[in-house]
């Protein structure tokens, strides 16, 4: 009986204060997919930064390439929330937004939804009067879990192009289509950092044979590519 307490108490003692933990670990992440109240709103600001292929920039150079990024979500009904996010390295903006349904069971979280996105670039320099725009569909599914000091969360994503325009000097060329672009995979991991203010690792693995930071590239290649995208962002 006597052990029986003392086990008791342990499990009491390491328990207990897991679960507001837990909850805090929960309310102040972003990439986990949990419900936001109706009106409720969060923010993420970071940079990511891809590995371009070799074949494209032409060159065994290792070649980052990063974008700044701000993310928010937007709290609707029940379960529905909107996001959106836009994307920058200077040459290149990437604007998207669109609906999720969210679904907690617990610590495990699960988010099915649809982005749109419109991306330009434009290069006028060193020679250069080009530009590139389109239009994007990216439907998503995420999963995420809840530990007493840290979340993970799963992304994965594919890209359908939906139309496409190229302008060289005069020439306008549009393109309207269909097609897979391709698909990737994120993994990303909050945690505390001070106060309500959290930090977030991530890896995503792209894998397509269109990514738009590159279309400065010109690339002439219609096949996959394996892109290595590093994130580094704080929840604010």
Same mark, same amino acid.
């Given at each position: 009986?006597? *052990?029986?307490? &003392?086990?008791?108490?342990?499990?009491?003692?390491?328990?207990?204060? #897991?679960?507001? %933990? *837990?909850?805090?670990?929960?309310?102040?992440?972003?990439?986990?997919?949990?419900?936001?109240?109706?009106?409720?709103?969060?923010?993420? &600001?970071?940079?990511?930064?891809?590995?371009?292929?070799?074949?494209?920039?032409?060159?065994?150079?290792?070649?980052?390439?990063?974008?700044?990024?701000?993310? &928010?979500?937007?709290? /609707? /009904?029940?379960?529905?929330?909107?996001?959106?996010?836009?994307?920058?390295?200077?040459?290149?903006?990437?604007? $998207?937004?669109?609906?999720? =349904?969210?679904?907690?069971?617990?610590?495990?979280?699960?988010?099915?939804?649809? @982005?749109?996105?419109?991306?330009?670039?434009?290069?006028?320099?060193?020679?250069?009067? *080009?530009?590139?725009?389109? =239009?994007?569909?990216?439907?998503?599914?995420?999963?995420?879990?809840?530990?007493?000091?840290?979340?993970?969360?799963?992304? $994965?994503? !594919? !890209?359908?192009?939906?139309? %496409?325009?190229?302008?060289?000097?005069?020439?306008? *060329?549009?393109?309207?289509?269909?097609?897979? #672009?391709?698909?990737?995979?994120?993994?990303?991991?909050?945690?505390?950092? =001070?106060?309500?203010?959290?930090?977030?690792?991530?890896?995503?693995? +792209?894998? #397509?044979?269109?990514?738009?930071?590159? =279309?400065?590239?010109? $690339?002439?290649? @219609?096949?996959?590519?394996?892109?290595?995208?590093? &994130?580094?962002?704080? +929840?604010?």
């Amino acid at each position: 009986m006597k *052990t029986f307490k &003392i086990v008791l108490l342990v499990l009491v003692f390491y328990i207990c204060p #897991a679960l507001p %933990q *837990t909850t805090t670990i929960t309310n102040n992440s972003f990439h986990l997919p949990r419900s936001l109240k109706s009106g409720e709103v969060i923010h993420n &600001i970071g940079l990511s930064s891809t590995k371009l292929p070799e074949d494209v920039i032409e060159t065994d150079d290792a070649f980052l390439s990063p974008l700044f990024t701000y993310r &928010i979500k937007v709290g /609707i /009904i029940d379960n529905i929330l909107a996001q959106g996010f836009i994307e920058s390295n200077y040459l290149t903006f990437n604007f $998207s937004s669109g609906l999720n =349904w969210n679904h907690d069971f617990g610590d495990f979280k699960l988010s099915v939804g649809t @982005d749109l996105g419109f991306w330009f670039g434009r290069l006028k320099s060193y020679g250069f009067d *080009t530009g590139m725009d389109g =239009w994007n569909l990216s439907p998503n599914i995420t999963v995420g879990y809840t530990f007493p000091n840290f979340s993970v969360s799963v992304k $994965s994503e !594919m !890209m359908l192009i939906l139309t %496409q325009s190229t302008r060289n000097g005069d020439v306008h *060329t549009v393109n309207s289509y269909r097609t897979m #672009a391709g698909y990737s995979v994120g993994v990303y991991i909050e945690q505390p950092l =001070w106060k309500e203010n959290f930090v977030v690792i991530g890896f995503k693995a +792209n894998y #397509a044979r269109f990514y738009y930071p590159l =279309w400065a590239g010109f $690339s002439t290649f @219609d096949r996959f590519f394996l892109l290595p995208e590093f &994130i580094f962002s704080f +929840n604010l």
